[in-house]
């Protein structure tokens, strides 16, 4: 179905043209690298509390997000935890999370199994039950042997969370945005996009002040991969940035729509997956055809708005962890609806972040993640907004306020007529 053609622009227009094609309502976009993205059979974790008897030590996976196949003695002091993705073929995003406790303090040395293939990526994250703050457990603590990393971590009779990464389950996202909306109803629409496979909500927030008709579109999407948290981090602060009721965010929303979507895959988060939704499927490879529901129902939420309204969908990020900062951008601009924002919004944030860098990766989307969906579907700029696992937290916040306030500068000047 792709056309090689020399010229960008007539890719872009035959693309756009003669590759879209009506599906259930929706028009389904066409890409180079297509992805079967029908529902898949998961293998999921059996909820209990492991009783390590004559250790007297223990471990739970009874909460959302947690991730615990199984848990085994070794030797006195050495317990295997056993992690394995909900299927495969999967990326590396070799999640866990569990609390354990023991009956007296003792200290345990906790051995990552994973499958063939898959192999140690998080350090553990620590919080004890009941606490608010998390810790990272220090290098110091943490043995690598060939394959096989090792934890040396403390137990008391208390519980602590032993997590890859910190959990934001889909009840504390839910929990977020009603208090970061709460007296902001007047400008803040909150609406269900639908429901996931599971029946759990896909929020969104329609953000805008006055009449929404024919305001441009800024649509921001998040938790597609359940543990990317510093990309949502960085969410979290671009949004509360958008409401923070400045007069740079008063003018913005008197100009622009914006339709923000704070957990696009609340079963997988609530599963403890590595990366799919609980159909066994990457969502950011379903915005082609639409197979899995939070995609199809997201997806119908953002065209009838802009169809509805005329509004038309200038910009789409979605936020996003890997192992480093990154922004992956298409390479195609001038046909977008913004041509020049990514090159003045980068030039933004080096001026505005003290010694900040911009890592920009760019090439057209082949395969159907949302940001192909934004440029060949919309015209839209479309943005992979990346936070690096390790980045410090306090920097996530910095860049997500940044990048928010920069966006909304460029994109008040924008004539958009
Ligand atoms: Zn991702």
Redesign the pocket.
């Known amino acids: 179905m792709y056309i090689q053609l020399n010229k960008k622009r007539i890719v872009f227009v035959s693309l756009f043209a003669l590759l879209i094609v009506s599906c259930a309502n929706l028009k389904t976009v066409v890409f180079k690298t297509p992805v079967d993205t029908k529902t898949k059979k998961i293998h999921e974790q059996i909820k209990k509390t492991y009783v390590l008897q004559d250790m007297q030590v223990f471990a739970s996976n009874e909460f959302d997000g947690a991730h615990l196949k199984g848990f085994e003695k070794v030797n006195d002091s050495t317990i295997k935890v056993i992690i394995a993705p909900e299927n495969t073929p999967i990326n590396n995003s070799a999640y866990y999370s569990f609390k354990a406790w023991a009956k007296e303090n003792r200290t345990i040395y906790f051995q990552f199994n994973y499958p063939k293939g898959y192999q140690h990526r998080y350090p553990p994250k620590l919080k004890m039950v009941g606490s608010a703050n998390w810790t990272v457990l220090s290098e110091d603590n943490i043995f690598k042997n060939g394959k096989i990393t090792t934890a040396k971590i403390h137990l008391t009779k208390e519980p602590i969370f032993i997590s890859a990464q910190e959990i934001v389950s889909s009840t504390d996202t839910y929990n977020w945005v009603a208090s970061l909306i709460k007296g902001k109803e007047n400008y803040v629409h909150y609406n269900n996009a639908g429901k996931s496979r599971l029946g759990k909500k896909l929020p969104v927030l329609d953000i805008y002040r006055g009449d929404k008709k024919q305001k441009p579109i800024v649509v921001l999407l998040t938790r597609?991969?359940p543990p990317?948290v510093t990309?949502f981090f960085a969410y979290q602060e671009f949004l509360k940035t958008i409401l923070n009721e400045s007069n740079l965010s008063t003018n913005f929303l008197k100009k622009y729509r914006v339709l923000a979507f704070p957990i696009l895959n609340p079963d997988g988060v609530d599963l403890g997956h590595w990366r799919h939704n609980a159909g066994g499927v990457d969502t950011?490879r379903d915005w082609s055809e639409y197979n899995q529901p939070e995609i199809r129902q997201v997806v119908r939420y953002i065209t009838n708005a802009s169809k509805k309204d005329q509004g038309r969908i200038v910009l789409g990020l979605d936020f996003?962890?890997?192992y480093e900062d990154v922004f992956y951008t298409n390479k195609i601009r001038k046909e977008t609806r913004l041509p020049t924002f990514i090159n003045k919004w980068f030039a933004a944030l080096e001026a505005n972040i003290p010694n900040y860098k911009v890592n920009e990766k760019a090439g057209n989307s082949t395969k159907p993640v949302s940001k192909g969906w934004f440029l060949y579907g919309q015209k839209a700029v479309g943005i992979t907004y990346?936070i690096g696992d390790k980045t410090p937290r306090d920097k996530i916040k910095l860049v997500g306020k940044v990048t928010s306030e920069e966006m909304m500068k460029i994109l008040i000047n924008v004539n958009n007529n």
């Open positions: 597609q991969h990317e990309g950011n996003h962890s890997t990346e």
